[in-house]
């Protein structure tokens, strides 16, 4: 059974500073990985998606790496703002077929 | 345009009744999926449907009913609800299985 983890649970930082959220999951059996964002009382907003062939993907300020074999992911956001802060969502796509979902690192920047 | 839209936002309601949650998108997206968010803020897949027909069913029990009409609707109604059923659901799509999901707003469901 997959399971995701993602650590730290709640991340605190200054603001411009660059920072490293990380997931990782035990079954490399994946099809995809998908980086979101849900604000307080929000749905959530999907930032990065990896195919299981790729490295990585960037999109502006923010980098997601993948390694599968140690089934690992990275989500970099460099020169973090304000409106960066939320919490980031990690999700394994199993068989192309549905996301098991880390529980979220709860992410504040510090004006 | 929202593009995946869920109605209601809110539902406060007593322990046996039942109660609809409806979802649409306008993004011409084959595959829907419904999930819970419980109040440790867990997110759980509870079924996804392809062109209409039901992929996915994660042991959910039998008083969650889904039905998808067409492509762009995908209703969740809940049979008898319980105290456990209290929680945010969510709708999604995707362009089909495996792209990039598109989640709704959520809808706020507290049994009381």
């Known amino acids: 059974k997959q399971e995701v983890t993602q650590i730290p649970a709640a991340l605190s930082v200054p603001e411009g500073e660059n920072l490293v959220l990380n997931c990782s999951f035990t079954?490399?059996?994946?099809?995809?990985l998908q980086w979101f964002r849900q604000d307080p009382g929000k749905g959530l907003t999907s930032l990065l998606l990896?195919?299981?062939?790729?490295r990585e993907q960037t999109s502006g300020r923010l980098n997601a790496s993948l390694d599968k074999s140690s089934g690992r992911s990275t989500l970099y956001i460099a020169a973090s703002q304000p409106g960066d802060s939320a919490t980031y969502l990690c999700?394994?796509?199993?068989?192309?077929?549905?996301?098991?979902f880390g529980q979220g690192t709860r992410l504040t920047i510090n004006p | 345009d929202t593009a995946v839209s869920q109605t209601p936002k809110y539902l406060v309601t007593q322990m046996g009744n039942d109660k609809s949650i409806k979802c649409e998108q306008n993004?011409?997206?084959?595959?829907m999926y419904w999930y819970k968010q419980d109040s440790k803020k867990f997110l759980k897949i509870m079924f996804s449907?392809?062109?209409?027909?039901?992929?996915i069913n994660e042991t959910v029990p039998n008083r969650f009913s889904p039905k998808s009409p067409d492509k762009a609707h995908l209703n969740l109604h809940i049979n008898s609800l319980e105290l456990g059923d209290s929680a945010v659901y969510f709708c999604?799509?995707?362009?089909?299985?495996?792209?990039?999901?598109?989640f709704g707003p959520g809808t706020r469901l507290l049994v009381l």
């Open positions: 999604a799509s995707s362009q089909d299985l495996g792209r990039t999901q598109y």
């Open positions: 990896i195919q299981s062939s790729q």
């Open positions: 993004l011409g997206h084959d595959t």
């Open positions: 079954d490399s059996a994946i099809y995809n």
């Open positions: 999700a394994v796509n199993q068989g192309a077929q549905k996301l098991v």
């Open positions: 449907y392809n062109n209409k027909e039901l992929i």
